[in-house]
């Protein structure tokens, strides 16, 4: 770990950064993982670095959309596994649904040392890719799935997902709820429901706001929401922050 003092301005963004190159070193997180982390890192810049309203909103959805499946399922990639594996297990024990290792990038061992560094973090149910089920739509390695897992699955969550696979999995008319900074990117689009946050700071919420749900309100929640209206919210706070940013910046100036 570098040595970044806690009084450093960045100091929370900085030890991200950290966790993830150790991710890396670890041989858990594909270096590709890093540039898709400088992405978010740009988007999270923009939002404010904290949970805003429309991700709440989503937040709302999404614990009702994984609390009414019937065989949900937790995709984990390599960049999620470094940054947020307690919460990845906590949430599969919320959910009684199993964690199935996915990966864009095949390297060799890659994909056990996800599942052993899921084991080691307390996950009892960790489905691995097979080449007896595979998805339609998609030639990447993501194609190969368990056959418990995402193929039988009606809601998966993925977090940072790949847009191609995305559109797969809505096309084999399964629900999508994500995670991502992003919410121009094809996955944020075309998901069913899309948290625009930090997986690091949604994940948490997401499994509070599972244990905190009644059945009454479930079915409700859903009904009233719109991603496309979520989507807008977020784009429109981006834009806001940047004009403020821009007035601010003017200001100094004079
Ligand atoms: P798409 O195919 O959906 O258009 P992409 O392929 O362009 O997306 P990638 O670089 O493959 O995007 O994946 C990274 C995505 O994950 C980006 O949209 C990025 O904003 C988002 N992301 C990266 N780190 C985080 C994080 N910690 N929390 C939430 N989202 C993140
Ligand atoms: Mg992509």
Do not use: W
Not at 30 to 46: C, K, N, Q, T, V
Not at 68 to 97: F, K, M, R, W, Y
Not at 225 to 233: D, G, P, R
Request: proline share 4%; net charge neutral; hydrophobic share 40%.
């Amino acid at each position: 770990m570098s040595d970044v003092p806690k009084t450093h301005p960045r100091y929370l963004s900085l030890t991200l950064r950290d966790t993830i190159v150790a991710g890396v070193e670890q041989g858990i997180t594909s270096i590709h993982g890093l540039i898709a982390h400088g992405r978010g890192e740009a988007f999270d810049y923009l939002i404010g670095e904290a949970t805003q309203p429309f991700a709440i909103e989503a937040i709302h959805a999404a614990a009702a959309m994984l609390r009414l499946a019937e065989h949900p399922v937790i995709s984990v990639n390599g960049n999620v596994a470094a940054l947020v594996p307690d919460a990845l297990v906590t949430l599969g024990q919320a959910l009684n649904a199993p964690l199935e290792v996915n990966i864009f990038h095949t390297e060799t061992g890659r994909e056990e040392r996800i599942r052993k560094h899921l084991l080691k973090h307390g996950a009892s149910n960790v489905l691995m890719p097979t080449t007896e089920a595979q998805l339609s739509y998609i030639d990447s390695n993501r194609k190969f799935v368990h056959p418990e897992g995402i193929f039988k699955a009606d809601v998966i969550f993925v977090p940072l997902e790949d847009g191609d696979r995305c559109e797969a999995l809505r096309k084999m008319g399964k629900d999508v709820v994500t995670v991502d900074l992003n919410p121009m990117s094809r996955t944020a689009k075309q998901a069913s429901i899309t948290i625009v946050d930090n997986v690091v700071r949604a994940l948490p919420l997401l499994c509070e706001e599972i244990r905190k749900l009644t059945d009454s309100t479930t079915q409700d929640i859903l009904k009233k929401y719109s991603n496309e209206a979520v989507l807008q919210k977020a784009l429109q706070h981006i834009s806001r922050s940047r004009n403020g940013n821009q007035r601010k910046r003017e200001a100094e100036h004079r």
